[in-house]
């Protein structure tokens, strides 16, 4: 006779018992808590939205509600502290700024609030984005202190989004937005080990923004992956009536995330900068093993030895940004309240950092200030002169290289590996030729990681010509897939 079996009914597991999916509660509060534990060593982060932690309960709100939530909803950033969002200080690491509380958010920000991204907080920065002084150090202000590179905490983090860099590195936010001049996204994103993209200039409002620059001046993202950058991008940009140069950009700005393929670099003719390679042996193999990467990928790799505007056109780029600081910073500075922000002008500035000289001048000086307050305005021949001149190098000899080389964009090393923090001999860069031209005529620059150089990141750079950011993406979201290159730092 077959036994019968008893029938078994299996007890109901506890709903308790099923670990539910983290809140954005949750993740920011894990932010905080990370901050808590490694930020100390790091020094990123200059100061904290205490509305964080309500700006994540929001997202989960809108999560909750029927439809589709905004694209970054809950994404937690931090923002370089030269950017005006609300009710926070935005000092650009100045102690003459500590007062200075905007009561509205750069249109920047405030696109991105729209998006649905929580504002954890503040990140340090060079101070004055590095243009205080030729001996500056990168990433230390007076505000915020020094910030180290999360993958040695000796060497630099570069800068001067060197907050942003090193809190993204470190797991301290999904992302961070930073600004460059030259090289202040690109530099600290390549040797903190990220994706850092400087957008056309024009591409995304500076308004709110403390500026060196207006023919140079830009915000943009600052990720851990390409796709990141993509949907960050996609927020960001778009047309500001305030911001004259942004008037084309609602006609070119697009959804970048949609042009993300794996086979982006099948055909592609890219152009490879030899001219801004060769300055150390290790960023040259990981170059070597980058190209190897492109090549197998299916892109056809066009070797371009010299470029020989890029020797001309360091010549005009001080006179361009001493110029617009003086102006530009006047123009900020009115816009402050002045019982709060004492100083109205450059020479407010200046005089300021002599009367704190312990606090502010104690590590290095202010020669670049000193210089900015000589020149003569946007109407003087000598500042007219470099300007078209030195854009005119730039987008020139950009556009042919592209031409010439029947090419689709440009790669080359971005920097070399971080150097050791030293006040007394300031910061010692390594390289750096990919993207001064990009810089200087405005044009897109984005690096994405590629390898580590004795446990120190590099990356490679993509530069291309205006608006040819959805384009830089693409080829730059390929060679990630495939090279996988981004390791993160060990801080656990």
């Known amino acids: 006779m077959r036994k019968i079996l008893p029938i078994v009914v299996a007890s ?47 997202a989960d709100r809108r999560a909750a509600l029927a439809g589709k939530p905004p ?16 009710g926070m200080p935005n000092t650009a690491g100045s102690l003459a700024l500590k007062d200075n509380i905007p009561a509205a958010d750069a249109p920047v920000i405030a696109r991105l609030r729209t998006a649905g991204v929580v504002i954890l907080g503040k990140a340090n920065l060079s101070e004055w984005a590095n243009i205080r002084s030729s001996e500056s150090i990168s990433g230390w202000s007076g505000v915020g202190g020094q910030t180290r590179n999360p993958y040695d905490i000796d060497r630099s983090p570069c800068g001067s989004s060197a907050g942003s860099g090193a809190a993204v590195a470190a797991g301290l936010a999904w992302a961070a937005i930073g600004t460059e001049t030259d090289g202040s996204i690109t530099c600290p994103s390549a040797v903190n080990g990220l994706v850092g993209l400087k957008p056309t200039v024009g591409l995304v409002s500076r308004t709110g923004i403390i500026p060196i620059s207006a023919s140079q001046d830009t915000a943009g993202p600052m990720t851990t992956t390409v796709a990141d950058a993509a949907m960050l991008l996609t927020a960001m940009a778009g047309s500001d009536p305030a911001d004259p140069a942004t008037l084309e950009a609602d006609k070119h700005k697009t959804d970048y995330s949609l042009g ?22 290790g960023t040259d193999e990981a170059f070597e093993a980058a190209l190897a990467v492109l090549r197998a990928q299916g892109a056809v790799l066009v070797e371009i030895k010299e470029f020989p505007e890029g020797r001309e056109i360091g010549q005009h780029e001080l006179t361009i940004l001493l110029t617009e600081l003086k102006v530009g910073l006047k123009d900020y500075l009115a816009g402050t309240d002045p019982d709060k922000v004492p100083v109205r002008t450059l020479a407010d500035i200046i005089a300021f950092n002599k009367r704190n000289a312990g606090s502010e001048l104690a590590l290095f000086g202010q020669d670049l200030f000193e210089q900015a307050e000589k020149t003569n305005g ?3 021949p000598a500042y007219i002169k470099a300007r078209d001149e030195g854009q005119k190098l730039a ?19 971005t920097m070399g590996p971080s150097w050791l923090i030293d006040p007394v001999l300031g910061d010692r860069y390594v390289g750096g030729g990919a993207g001064n031209a990009a810089a200087v005529g405005g044009y897109p620059h984005l690096t994405v990681p590629m390898g580590l150089v004795q446990g120190l990141p ?16 693409a080829l730059g979201f390929a060679y990630e897939q495939a090279a996988m290159a981004r390791v993160a730092p060990d801080l656990d």
């Open 12 to 58: 109901a597991i506890p709903l308790a018992a099923i670990a539910a999916p983290p809140t954005h509660v949750d993740r920011v509060q894990a932010y905080i808590e990370r901050a808590d534990r490694i930020d100390g060593a790091v020094g990123a982060i200059l100061a904290r939205d205490p509305t964080a932690l309500t700006q994540a309960a929001e």
């Open 71 to 86: 694209a970054l909803n809950g994404q937690a950033i931090l923002v370089k502290d030269n950017i005006d969002v609300a």
């Open 260 to 281: 993300l393929r794996k086979d982006a670099l099948k055909g592609k003719r890219i152009g490879v900068m030899r001219y801004a390679a060769g300055f150390h042996s």
């Open 378 to 380: 946007l109407d003087d």
């Open 395 to 413: 987008r020139g000899g950009l556009d042919r290289l592209l031409k010439d080389n029947d090419v689709v964009a440009l790669v080359g090393p």
């Open 458 to 473: 590099v990356g490679l750079s993509f530069v291309g010509p205006r608006w040819s950011e959805a384009q830089l993406l």
